[in-house]
């Protein structure tokens, strides 16, 4: 019954020499492989490295929500 | 006289399938039909929904400030 | 379309003598008059008075959000 | 019924040339002309633009909570 | 020896109908299937949606804390 | 004269087997057996123990004050 | 030894009609009668109440720190 | 009962010429002096001051909690 | 040209016998002496010492913006 | 690719009798029997028990980072 | 030796008419004329200003830290 | 007149092997080399990152103030 779904949240950092939405799409597509049922993000942070002076990389921080539904939550 | 400027804040969330300053632009364009003298605006958060393992829609919650003018300020 | 959808959250307060739940509802029951299309609700604060070593009242701060539909939405 | 009072809360900024307390005050005496019950304050951020490396104006963003009593609460 | 114990942090969500205490139940009895040793919980925050002008649900995200005993501590 | 009354605050936290409402009461009732004047609380924290996979206990930390009349307000 | 001084820190609130300084002074000369060597404040929180479309009390609330010397911490 | 065992919470500073757990010892040291049935503590602050470009003093700010057992828990 | 002006931000404290604004007036007014193009304050944070049980000195710490205009900006 | 990594956090509590150090090294130490490729740690919280007026336990909570290389990232 | 580098941080922001990554880079361009090993940003707050009902500048605050390599670190 | 002293924050990170303390003492023993009269520090952050499952270096952020003496306070 989807009225009392049980959601689990895990921590994601995702990385992109380009832009931040596209670290973060690097990070759920990641997660996508071993996490099911994915259904809601919230961007926590975000950083990046530099070097000789421009960014090389974003560093994009997520929380991953998505439902518990059979007996492999962990 | 402008010194004496009072602004108001709102909080207002835009959707975007595609990026982070589209979804604060379709907040703020939204805004714009019925809020005047908008100033400007911060960034609160930035979630979204995940559908198949994919960003759906971001969802951008911006605050908004505006300058009231006349008797209209609720 | 949907998926363009703009929200608005306002901040609300409401009381109840008995318990956390029924002093939100008093809230969103309240809102529900003059604001159509409430979709989701955040708890933000609870406070509330003492009088004569009791609980008086519980005081629950909320935020609340709702689609802008029309040209309504201030 | 006193005990099932609403109230909402609405953002304000109010500024001055002189000092935080007269800020504050302007929001207020401004919300007032359109905002009834108006019950509390709290002062959120204080700041403020520099011109000639001195304070020109004092920016005071205050949250005003007020009793919704008829059916216009918005 | 229980000096030395590791605990791990999960993060989860539990939803009911009715009140903010049934939501965490949920979701600890959730997390029970799949988690042995849990120790504590933290309520992080409590949201929910809103239908038709109602609570249609609250949604209780908790930090569930427990020993780590084994190799499966993942 | 009321209007220069100061207050103090303290921290409480009261435990319940069944509820945050009677965690929150249970720590004002003890409070009020020393505190005299309280005005109001604040709730700030809410935590508890699993005990066998389900809540043992709820422990609700709140901010207290009451008005300081005499000269014993340590 | 002054090196080992230990610290404890309150909690008080002071209330004034004109100002957020005068509010902190009632706060710190109330506080004085019962606290003997006070050493330091923070300004916490600047609230306040209304009273027709006006600043009725300022409510300030600040920590103070002070020395503990003998027995009597409480 | 131990189930209904109200807990305070005091503020305490600690000070140490060499590290962050010995000024912490310090202060929970000092507290023992007056406050009995100490049963946690949370380390929310390490400020110090320096004197010709060292540390002179560790300054560590802690909370402790304490169980109320009789009629003087003030 | 303006639009592509980059600030920077530095942190002060100033310190007054009287008040907080002029405690911050004296942060903005010795920065003045070295830091061209300041643009803009935000207060951080408010505290002061306490001597014989009364305000000694407020020490006001704020944020203030200035526009990097050559290549001295460090 | 090294570019492209993705990192996932998880939080861990490690305890000890005698420094923050060592307890944090302890939740390390543990988590490296079943996470492999840890990157990084933060410190989130240090708390402890007391037992008969002296620290018993150091709790240190740390976020931990480790890159995503396989299919086994749960 | 490298273990022992020692950082400092800046607060810079930056500009753009068009995005958040653009008003960033801007940022980081400005810092290298004057800082040099720049090693890693972290994105504080994102704001702007609106022109007409439209964004017309996004103003990026960002942390930048930076090895300090000979005497002037300042 | 040291009653109007102002004061400017930096962030400084530094680094150790060994210990939280250590780390914090190389920032200031770094810092020492071109900033006077420093006065106190607050601690930021602990990080750090991790090799081979161990703890290789611990990095401390803390702010440090000091004392703006002549002209040269930038």
């Known amino acids: 019954m ?3 779904t049980v959601y689990k949240t895990i921590e ?3 990385t ?6 596209e670290a973060l799409n690097q990070g759920i ?3 996508n492989r071993s996490v099911k049922n994915m259904s809601w993000f919230q961007l926590i942070e975000t950083r990046g490295n530099i070097v000789k002076g ?4 974003w560093q ?3 929380k991953i ?3 518990l539904v059979d007996a492999d939550e962990k």
Chains 1, 2, 3, 4, 5, 6, 7, 8, 9, 10, 11, 12 share one sequence.
């Open 2 to 4: 989807k009225d009392l």
């Open 12 to 14: 994601i950092t995702g």
């Open 16 to 21: 992109s020499a380009s832009s931040i939405e």
């Open 29 to 31: 597509k990641r997660a």
């Open 54 to 57: 421009k960014v090389h990389h």
């Open 60 to 62: 994009v921080t997520m």
């Open 65 to 67: 929500g998505f439902a």
